[in-house]
């Protein structure tokens, strides 16, 4: 803000910075332009050349200043770490990576305009020893190098590890092609966990980058080394004070490399092939402190499940994403940032610190109003960002965001963003677990929601009877997520539920977006037997209870990590025949991974829509094909949110009476 012609003012530290008498002369004909002022003697300005007197949202090249140690950083590195002990070599795990990095390292981000990407690469195999590869170009054959003392972990060779991929193109297609058959027969069902990320690490600081861990893993880590685990799954913890232990990492170790890595830049991916308990708490920790992501595939099996894994490693491997990444939030006076969820390392109380951030990801931020907000100028809050990019440079990105004030309550309740409170409130709730019982956290929320309600009926309202619920415009729907959120898997005591799964989910919704928390809590439920093959349109999404079934229907439901195609028992034959070619339901036999592509309007439409959910999403999601009354229609039937949970957890209905009767009593 201008305060004369060589001073102004930030309105974030309310200090008066000297400004050059060039720059001021471009915010001074800034502000009075934005006054509507015409100054005669100022005929040409380049202030909207200066994307930060004219945008909200703008990038600079950082300074030196800004870099470690004084100098610009290298682009980063990627290492693919694939667990080659017996259970993934036998289910053909090992042989559909490696035939799929032969492309998909054809397609690693770069910058746009640029021709091909920068992005060094390197290889690791492992099961109870670590394998490095030597992939230089010059070499007619790649190098295995051993390291088997894991407690100690270093990277036995810097030159020829990390490479880069066009020029070391031939000798990395024949290490891949090599690594199935070099442990075709092994024995081998023991792995280490901890060194593989420590590998990692120690490989990005001998080479002065940033990165990410691809890590391909199938069990829990039980051999010797740092980071062993132990089975600690106990189903009679559930729905008592200690069932919060089952969501905590095991310290020590890990704790240690999530700092380690968060240090050197290094994000870390999880691929996960589990057929039993493997500890996701513990093992999912470091990459929900480094930006990274975890990936869980039950039961693998090659044929049913290969492209739903292909469909997320491509998307992991190509997405946009930035490296060494440090975050503060700013606010003029009135209100302050004081909580932060994320897949985020926090070392001090405002430095958000990311290995890495990518597109799929998002920061949530609480605010507490703790002073006198001014009405006429409103408030201000800023987020910037320090990162490096996909091509070695480093960056600061910024957002400024001026938002209204107002001392009138039904305004606050008018423009409320139901969605982005529903993410709030999930990522609170899912860390509140770590240390309440899930009883305490469910009164808190249903507590929270009868105040909020309850204060804008007693102060916004028009006067009516008690026994009528009266609910903001704005959030109508805000019961219906509450109670969805409390339906969720880490939020429902029950034993029939994965304690992975669980904690998979927790750590999921930590680094989610709006949208994403959004659709996860209220999936759509898609008609598709009335289908308008003709229109571009996406039919219109029903609400999700069993009422809108209809035993001739068929219907698509997904929430951005399930999807489900249910089918009517009285599903007209020509629809199933368009849709399978097959004359009934009753020819349709186990898992179908895909639909079969039919030369008809009908099977080209659904296979349309299906394509394009799965290309929106940030994650690949499974088609899963139920028949009304099959079995396994049970896990198709805890995705309709609004009717009762089958592990617990009221119906949409129910929960709304239960509300409506907290608010009256709070009101009386």
């Known amino acids: 803000m201008l305060k004369n012609r060589k001073r102004s003012e930030c309105i974030y530290l309310k200090i008066n910075p000297n400004v050059s008498f060039q720059y001021a002369r471009h915010t001074q004909y800034f502000f009075l332009f934005n006054k509507a002022v015409k100054m005669s003697h100022v005929s040409s300005m ?66 746009e305009g640029v021709e091909s990407s920068v992005i060094k690469v390197g290889f690791v195999t492992y099961n109870k020893i670590l394998h490095f590869y030597n992939v230089k170009s010059a070499l007619a054959q790649p190098q295995m190098m051993v390291v088997s003392d894991t407690a100690e972990m270093f990277v036995p060779l810097l030159d020829g590890f990390l490479v880069n991929y066009q020029d070391s193109r031939a000798v990395i297609y024949n290490l891949l092609d090599q690594i199935p058959d070099m442990f075709a027969d092994t024995n081998e069902s023991e792995t280490v966990f901890a060194p593989v990320i420590q590998a990692g690490v120690e490989a990005f600081k001998a080479a002065e980058c940033s990165g990410k861990l691809f890590i391909f893993h199938s069990s829990m880590p039980t051999a010797e080394a740092p980071g062993k685990l132990k089975n600690r799954d106990d189903k009679k913890l559930v729905n008592t004070e200690k069932e919060k232990t089952l969501f905590q990492p095991q310290k020590g170790v890990y704790e240690q490399l999530s700092k380690d890595c968060v240090a ?139 938002l209204n ?78 109670n969805s959120l409390m339906k969720t898997a880490p939020l429902v005591g029950s034993t029939e539920l994965s304690t992975d799964d669980r904690a998979h989910q927790r750590l999921s919704v930590m680094a989610m977006g709006v949208e994403d928390t959004q659709l996860l809590l209220y999936p759509r439920l898609i008609p598709l037997h009335n289908l308008d093959v003709s229109s571009e349109a996406l039919p219109a999404p029903v609400r999700c209870s069993e009422e809108r079934l209809a035993d001739s229907g068929m219907f698509l439901l997904e929430n951005g990590h399930s ?101 009256r009593q709070l009101l009386t």
């Open 405 to 482: 004030c107002s001392s009138q309550l039904s305004e606050l309740y008018k423009s409320c963003e139901t969605d982005s409170l529903i993410n709030f409130f999930a990522k609170s709730a899912y860390r509140a677990i770590l240390n309440q019982p899930l009883k305490n956290v469910k009164d808190i929320l249903v507590n929270q929601t009868a105040h909020m309600l309850a204060c804008y009926r007693k102060n916004c309202a028009s006067p009516s009877a008690a026994s009528q619920l009266i609910l903001p415009d704005a959030m109508k729907v805000f019961p219906v997520y509450m």
């Open 264 to 402: 050197q830049g290094c994000c870390v991916d999880l691929f996960l092939f589990p057929s039993q308990y493997v500890d996701m708490a513990t093992m999912a920790d470091v990459p929900s402190h480094t930006g990274g992501s975890v990936y869980k595939y039950n039961n693998f099996q090659v044929e049913t499940d290969g492209e739903h894994f292909l469909r997320d490693l491509r998307k992991d491997v190509q997405k946009s994403i930035g490296f060494d990444a440090i975050m503060r939030v700013r606010t003029s006076t009135g209100f302050r940032a004081t909580d932060f969820f994320g897949a985020i390392y926090m070392n001090n109380t405002t430095d958000i610190e990311m290995a890495a951030v990518d597109c799929d990801k998002a920061v949530t931020v609480e605010f507490k109003h703790d002073d006198t907000l001014n009405e006429e100028t409103g408030a201000f809050m800023q987020c910037a960002v320090l990162y490096t990019t996909i091509s070695g440079q480093r960056r600061l990105r910024i957002h400024n965001l001026s």
């Open 46 to 111: 380049d202030f909207y050349e200066r994307p930060e007197l004219s945008l909200g949202s703008y990038e600079f090249i950082a300074t030196m200043d800004y870099c470690k140690n004084n100098k610009p950083p290298n682009p980063p590195a990627y290492i693919f770490m694939i667990d080659v002990s017996y259970n993934n070599i036998k289910s053909g795990l090992v042989k559909l990576i490696c035939d799929e990095l032969k492309t998909l390292l054809e397609k690693l981000p770069r910058e």
């Open 563 to 663: 999807m489900f195609l249910w089918l009517g028992q009285a599903s007209p034959p020509d629809l199933v025949q368009n849709i399978f070619n097959l004359p009934s339901l009753a020819h349709l036999q186990g898992h179908m991974p895909a639909l079969p592509e039919l030369d008809n309007p009908v099977s080209k439409k659904v296979r349309s829509i299906i394509s394009s959910l799965l290309e929106k999403r940030p994650n690949s999601m499974k088609l899963q094909i139920v028949r009304q009354r099959d079995k396994p229609e049970m896990l198709f039937r805890q995705f309709l949110v609004e009717d009762k949970g089958l592990h617990g957890g009221a119906s949409y209905m129910d929960f709304l009476c239960y509300v409506h009767r907290e608010i």
